[in-house]
């Protein structure tokens, strides 16, 4: 945070935060007075405190909600007009499927150009998706599983 408000004199506009918990306050703490965190992914909602833990875990989706609520609420009531914003893809496809698909298409267009990379941990024939979730299952995979229609792989 020092770092970010020795070069910024103020904070930045916004911070992309896919860890959430505790996390995003420290996000929080990044942004200028009027920005906004954007909270998504939530990789804390795995047992262990997610991606820092030493322990594999499985999703707990109803672990982090009240604290979140609490960020977001923080936001509104507390000086300085930092936002804590969710962003959640699956809730979007449901309940703003026009704005869904622009995001697809803007997110598939920034591929295409290779402005964005993803990180795949590992990439496996379709046949193995059982394999794949059960990858998934135990924790402790860095990045994306990618399946792959047979003879694509490469």
């Given at each position: 945070?020092k770092?970010i408000?020795?070069?910024?004199?103020?904070?930045?506009?916004?911070?992309?935060d896919?860890?959430?918990?505790?996390?995003?306050?420290?996000?929080?703490?990044?942004?200028?007075p009027?920005?906004?965190?954007?909270?998504?992914?939530?990789?804390?909602?795995?047992?262990?405190?997610?991606?820092?833990?030493?322990?594999?875990?499985?999703?707990?989706?109803?672990?982090?909600?009240?604290?979140?609520?609490?960020?977001?609420?923080?936001?509104?009531?507390?000086?300085?007009?930092?936002?804590?914003?969710?962003?959640?893809?699956q809730?979007?496809?449901?309940?703003?499927p026009?704005?869904?698909?622009?995001?697809?298409?803007?997110?598939?267009?920034?591929?295409?150009?290779?402005?964005?990379?993803?990180?795949?941990?590992?990439?496996?024939p379709?046949?193995?998706?059982?394999?794949?979730?059960?990858?998934?299952?135990?924790?402790g995979?860095?990045?994306?599983?990618?399946?792959?229609?047979?003879?694509?792989?490469?």
């Amino acid at each position: 945070m020092k770092e970010i408000h020795r070069l910024t004199s103020e904070g930045v506009d916004a911070v992309f935060d896919p860890i959430g918990g505790t996390h995003i306050w420290r996000s929080r703490k990044a942004l200028r007075p009027g920005g906004r965190v954007v909270a998504y992914g939530n990789t804390t909602s795995l047992r262990g405190e997610g991606l820092a833990s030493d322990r594999p875990g499985r999703r707990n989706r109803l672990h982090g909600i009240p604290i979140f609520a609490l960020y977001i609420a923080g936001g509104w009531l507390l000086p300085g007009r930092k936002r804590v914003i969710p962003y959640s893809i699956q809730w979007l496809k449901r309940l703003r499927p026009v704005l869904f698909r622009q995001d697809l298409i803007a997110l598939f267009d920034l591929l295409r150009q290779q402005k964005i990379k993803p990180l795949i941990a590992e990439r496996l024939p379709l046949a193995e998706a059982r394999h794949a979730q059960e990858l998934l299952g135990k924790g402790g995979v860095i990045g994306k599983i990618v399946l792959v229609p047979k003879g694509l792989i490469t």
